[in-house]
């Protein structure tokens, strides 16, 4: 079982001190992070460093003085299945430098760091992995999926006629204040409505309209476009830039959609006209957009948008608290399945019944039971959310069926009509 020390304290590891850094430290832990992201020439940035210092919540692995290992986490919510919110670990800027790597610095991090999640009362621990093998000996599996289309637009030649607009409504360009400000609210709003989204901070807003500069960062001032229904409400926001490039004297341009942002498809339809109409464009480039958006089915010719690289796992997720998390989700049938969970770290570990009422509400509990499916916390943590399915994770041999036709009725529990994701990266 995990175990509950006190996680203020430090740790010595082979021969390397693992401990919460001061204020007064945050400026090499900076530096640190940039080498560790083989960025070593990269400027720091203090002052931003220190608004996210939180006490115990900034770790580093010390040899000596120097530091070699940097850890950070904070808590935010977390919107489920359902629309509820739980409370998330989230695990950021982990970095172990190569001259002490295989030395169980990072082990020592996540370990100390999830065992204070769990006592602070988080559902889940999530993070963004640069590699996929690194964090599934941590109990955390791949939970939501990124998604990203090019459109070439002399194929498409914009949207399908007849589609809902938004009558008296209006679109108007915006300052990066205004971005910010009619952004956040705006995308509060709309983070309740999708499984996998999570809350963005004051800091993020400021970095993402340049009100902080970070060294490295190439910030470039976006177009920021702004829906208003007839009354004056905002329902859609698109941010996009644009590569203003000719080839010889015919305009050759590629549109990037930083951020599309729409309460409702009459939104959506007007914010994609006005990305797809814009002067000399021949290309726009969606980087983040969720994997079931019905984007290319808009357009007149679908076959005109191409799959881009970003359609791989993103953001990973481990439970902390089986029964709060399960019970804060809602389901897509009624019925009941027993999860025998193996968590070598012991969060998740036992025997675990899902029991789900005819409105989808659900509850989870401890159980004697026999079990109908066994897996591991890995597993768990991709099934929450709804990025993976029961049936798949057997057919890979993930996941083991005790009882004939568990998985596919456990498919039927878990589905969501929206798959996870979250457009914020941390």
Same mark, same amino acid.
Request: with cysteine.
């Given at each position: 079982? %995990?175990?509950?020390?006190?996680?203020? @304290?430090?740790?010595?590891?082979?021969?390397?001190? $693992?401990? @919460?850094?001061?204020?007064?430290?945050?400026?090499?832990?900076?530096?640190?992070?940039?080498?560790?992201?083989?960025?070593?020439?990269?400027?720091?940035?203090?002052?931003?460093?220190?608004?996210?210092?939180?006490?115990?919540?900034?770790?580093?692995?010390?040899? *000596?003085?120097?530091?070699?290992?940097? =850890?950070?986490?904070?808590?935010?919510?977390?919107?489920?299945?359902?629309?509820?919110?739980?409370?998330?670990?989230?695990?950021?800027?982990?970095?172990?430098?190569? /001259? %002490?790597?295989?030395?169980?610095?990072?082990?020592?991090?996540?370990?100390?760091?999830?065992?204070?999640?769990?006592?602070?009362?988080?559902?889940?621990?999530?993070?963004?992995?640069?590699?996929?093998?690194?964090?599934?000996? =941590?109990?955390? *599996?791949?939970?939501?999926?990124?998604? *990203?289309?090019?459109?070439?637009?002399?194929?498409?030649?914009?949207?399908?006629?007849?589609?809902?607009?938004?009558?008296?409504?209006?679109?108007?360009?915006? /300052?990066?204040?205004?971005?910010?400000?009619?952004?956040?609210?705006?995308?509060?709003?709309?983070?309740?409505?999708?499984?996998?989204? +999570?809350?963005?901070?004051?800091?993020?807003?400021?970095?993402?309209?340049?009100? +902080?500069?970070?060294?490295?960062?190439?910030?470039?001032?976006? =177009?920021?476009?702004? %829906?208003? !229904?007839?009354?004056?409400?905002?329902?859609?926001?698109? $941010?996009?830039?644009?590569?203003?490039?000719?080839?010889?004297?015919?305009?050759?341009?590629?549109?990037?959609?930083?951020?599309?942002?729409?309460?409702?498809?009459?939104?959506?339809?007007?914010?994609?006209?006005?990305?797809?109409?814009?002067?000399?464009?021949?290309? $726009?480039? $969606? &980087?983040?957009?969720?994997?079931?958006?019905?984007?290319?089915?808009?357009?007149?010719?679908?076959?005109?948008? /191409?799959?881009?690289?970003?359609?791989?796992?993103?953001?990973?997720?481990?439970?902390?608290?089986? &029964?709060?998390?399960?019970?804060?989700?809602?389901?897509?049938?009624?019925?009941?399945?027993?999860?025998?969970?193996?968590?070598?770290?012991?969060?998740?570990?036992?025997?675990?019944? +899902?029991?789900?009422?005819?409105?989808? /509400?659900?509850?989870?509990?401890?159980?004697?039971? !026999?079990? !109908?499916?066994?897996?591991?916390?890995?597993?768990?943590?991709?099934?929450?959310?709804? @990025?993976?399915?029961?049936?798949?994770?057997?057919?890979?041999?993930?996941?083991?069926?005790?009882?004939?036709?568990?998985?596919?009725?456990?498919?039927?529990?878990?589905?969501?009509?929206?798959?996870?994701?979250?457009?914020?990266?941390?």
């Amino acid at each position: 079982m %995990h175990n509950n020390t006190d996680q203020t @304290a430090a740790e010595t590891v082979n021969g390397v001190q $693992v401990r @919460a850094v001061t204020v007064d430290e945050v400026e090499e832990w900076n530096r640190a992070l940039n080498f560790g992201f083989l960025r070593p020439h990269a400027g720091v940035a203090p002052d931003l460093r220190r608004r996210q210092w939180a006490l115990d919540r900034m770790v580093a692995g010390f040899d *000596g003085d120097r530091q070699i290992a940097t =850890f950070r986490s904070f808590d935010v919510e977390l919107t489920v299945p359902g629309g509820a919110v739980v409370q998330a670990d989230a695990v950021t800027n982990v970095t172990v430098s190569a /001259t %002490h790597r295989r030395r169980g610095l990072l082990s020592a991090m996540m370990r100390r760091d999830l065992a204070a999640a769990a006592e602070r009362g988080c559902a889940v621990s999530i993070l963004m992995a640069a590699e996929y093998n690194i964090y599934g000996r =941590f109990g955390f *599996g791949p939970a939501t999926r990124g998604s *990203g289309w090019d459109i070439d637009l002399s194929r498409t030649r914009g949207l399908r006629e007849g589609l809902p607009g938004v009558p008296g409504g209006r679109i108007d360009f915006v /300052t990066l204040a205004e971005q910010a400000e009619l952004g956040a609210e705006l995308y509060d709003r709309w983070r309740r409505t999708q499984p996998g989204a +999570i809350a963005r901070d004051e800091i993020w807003w400021e970095r993402h309209t340049n009100r +902080i500069q970070v060294p490295g960062d190439s910030f470039k001032a976006p =177009f920021a476009a702004v %829906h208003r !229904d007839a009354d004056g409400a905002v329902t859609g926001m698109a $941010v996009y830039r644009v590569d203003n490039k000719w080839d010889g004297a015919y305009p050759d341009s590629t549109l990037t959609v930083d951020e599309f942002i729409a309460l409702d498809l009459p939104t959506a339809v007007e914010l994609w006209r006005l990305v797809l109409s814009v002067d000399w464009v021949r290309k $726009v480039v $969606v &980087e983040g957009i969720a994997p079931d958006d019905p984007l290319p089915l808009l357009l007149q010719d679908p076959r005109a948008a /191409t799959p881009r690289k970003e359609n791989s796992d993103a953001m990973w997720l481990r439970l902390l608290d089986v &029964e709060a998390a399960f019970g804060a989700r809602s389901y897509g049938a009624p019925g009941r399945v027993v999860l025998e969970v193996e968590d070598r770290l012991g969060y998740a570990s036992g025997r675990f019944a +899902i029991e789900v009422a005819e409105d989808g /509400t659900g509850r989870c509990t401890r159980t004697e039971d !026999d079990a !109908d499916l066994a897996l591991d916390a890995t597993e768990l943590g991709a099934l929450y959310l709804g @990025a993976e399915t029961a049936p798949r994770l057997a057919a890979a041999a993930l996941l083991t069926e005790l009882r004939p036709g568990a998985a596919a009725a456990a498919d039927l529990l878990l589905r969501t009509p929206l798959r996870a994701w979250t457009p914020t990266e941390f």
